[in-house]
């Protein structure tokens, strides 16, 4: 099944810990992104990648790190958690970037940093 | 650049029609579409380019107005499982081409009762 897959789902953590979110996806797909999401706020873009070694910051990539080693991995860090980024948090893929081709999102995940 | 959504949340009984907009202070390249349940990610609806085309399937279309950097969603006949988040994301020009960056709204809650 085509998807992307974002672990864990819900994570809770205390603040300055380092913490990893995985995101996988199985289609092939050149762009990546991460976004998080906040009652009243929407989506707000973090990072996105454009292809393998290729990130760019987004609205909001404060406190945020990302890398693109392999095509379907995008994996966002955060290297010192504040309580400030707690939030819900989607992975995104496309087939390329640009305007041609829908997102397909992961399932999220949940973080609160306390 | 986040793209103003109106309404903010709307009401229907199963069988009316909707109409959210989605309006940019900037030109827009492109305009996305997605539909989000409550704890699910968001869902691609449709793409529309600059060049007024319309767009859609089945009883949910939308149009796109470049002139007025302004893209609207048509629901006609509303059904329960249209109930939901709308989301429209917006893709700006630079340079006669997208930046590649998609900025999503702040979302319209529609809600369908019986």
């Known amino acids: 099944e085509a998807q992307v897959t974002q672990n864990p789902r819900y994570l809770i953590t205390v603040t300055g810990k380092k913490l990893t979110v995985t995101c996988s996806q199985n289609m092939n797909h050149e762009y990546m992104s991460w976004y998080r999401q906040d009652p009243g706020l929407g989506l707000r873009q973090i990072y996105y990648?454009?292809?393998?070694?290729?990130?760019d910051k987004g609205d909001v990539p404060e406190g945020y790190k990302v890398s693109r080693k392999e095509k379907r991995n995008f994996p966002l860090i955060l290297e010192s958690p504040s309580p400030n980024q707690t939030s819900l948090y989607f992975c995104?893929?496309?087939?390329?970037?640009?305007?041609?081709?829908?997102?397909?999102f992961g399932s999220g995940t949940r973080l609160t940093v306390v | 650049q986040q793209p103003v959504q109106s309404p903010q949340a709307v009401i229907l009984r199963e069988g009316e029609d909707a109409v959210i907009n989605c309006s940019s202070s900037k030109a827009l390249y492109s305009v996305h579409w997605y539909r989000q349940k409550h704890g699910e990610a968001p869902v691609f609806l449709m793409i529309?380019?600059?060049?007024?085309e319309q767009k859609g399937h089945e009883k949910i279309s939308a149009s796109f107005n470049e002139k007025k950097q302004q893209s609207s969603l048509y629901l006609t006949a509303s059904q329960l499982s249209y109930s939901g988040t709308y989301f429209c994301g917006t893709e700006l020009i630079i340079s006669n081409f997208g930046n590649e960056k998609l900025t999503f709204g702040t979302g319209t809650r529609l809600t369908i009762i019986p």
């Open positions: 995104a893929s496309s087939l390329v970037g640009g305007p041609y081709y829908g997102y397909t």
């Open positions: 529309l380019l600059k060049g007024g």
């Open positions: 990648s454009m292809n393998v070694e290729v990130t």
